[in-house]
Antibody, heavy 118, light 107 residues
Framework: QVQLVESGGGVVQPGRSLRLSCAAS????????MHWVRQAPGKGLEWVAV????????YFADSVKGRFTISRDNSKNIMFLEMSSLRAEDTAVYFC???????????WGQGTTVIVSS | DIQMTQSPSSLSASVGDRVAITCQAS??????LNWYQQKPGKAPKLLIY???NLETGVPSRFSGSGSGRDFTFTINSLQPEDFASYYC??????????FGGGTRVDI
């Protein structure tokens, strides 16, 4: 079935970098925009970033702009979130999700946990 | 930036109750609003899109209404599996998204 699987989370010190991956299966990955959404412990959902279906455009939330980059490899059905200069407030579960018509997220991964702590 | 104000932040209800959650935008967003359900430790699930359209496979006891600035999400006859958190989400076509603060529905 249609599936997204995140990986790459872990514990990292403030100021360091981490790369998350999102592997897609059972759908034509190259046809869909893809997003990252995060959720800090006990908090609500926060949209993080989006990359267009062909990788030609990217948008970021102000809270991560200049520190996070997003990329994808359509030949391998995988998307990445490269996080640098990490802060304690970046601690969260990070979900990847599939975009429908630049409007809604219809398939989500199970999430990967990032903890930024010394 | 357009802000989304969701209320209440939490509510208590019983099985069989009718529950309503509201989401207000700081500016007119037409019908560019979706609703998600999230259970603890799980990913969100899309329930309603474009303010009032039921996602495929979602039970008909869930509904959405509204346009412009004011939106309502309703659960008719609350079921045990409906106890969860619910989020509104607006889109602007770029696509960048904004989520509401969430509503936790407890027994």
């Amino acid at each position: 079935q249609v599936q997204l699987v995140e990986s790459g989370g872990g514990v990292v010190q403030p100021g360091r970098s981490l790369r998350l991956s999102c592997a897609a299966s059972a759908f034509t990955f190259r046809n869909y925009g893809m997003h990252w959404v995060r959720q800090a412990p006990g908090k609500g959902l926060e949209w993080v970033a989006v990359i267009w279906y062909d990788g030609s455009k990217e948008y970021f939330a102000d809270s991560v702009k200049g520190r996070f980059t997003i990329s994808r490899d359509n030949s391998k059905n995988i998307m990445f979130l490269e996080m640098s200069s990490l802060r304690a407030e970046d601690t969260a579960v990070y979900f990847c999700a599939r975009d429908i018509r630049s409007a809604r997220l219809d398939v989500w991964g199970q999430g990967t946990t990032v903890i930024v702590s010394s | 930036d357009i802000q989304m104000t969701q209320s209440p932040s939490s509510l208590s209800a019983s099985v069989g109750d009718r529950v309503a959650i509201t989401c207000q935008a700081s500016q007119d967003i037409r019908d560019q609003l979706n609703w998600y359900q999230q259970k603890p430790g799980k990913a969100p699930k899309l329930l309603i899109y474009d303010a009032s359209n039921l996602e495929t496979g979602v039970p008909s006891r869930f509904s959405g209404s509204g346009s412009g600035r004011d939106f309502t999400f309703t659960i008719n006859s609350l079921q045990p599996e409906d106890f969860a958190s619910y989020y509104c989400q607006r889109y602007d076509g770029l696509p960048t998204f904004t989520f509401g603060g969430g509503t936790r529905v407890d027994i």
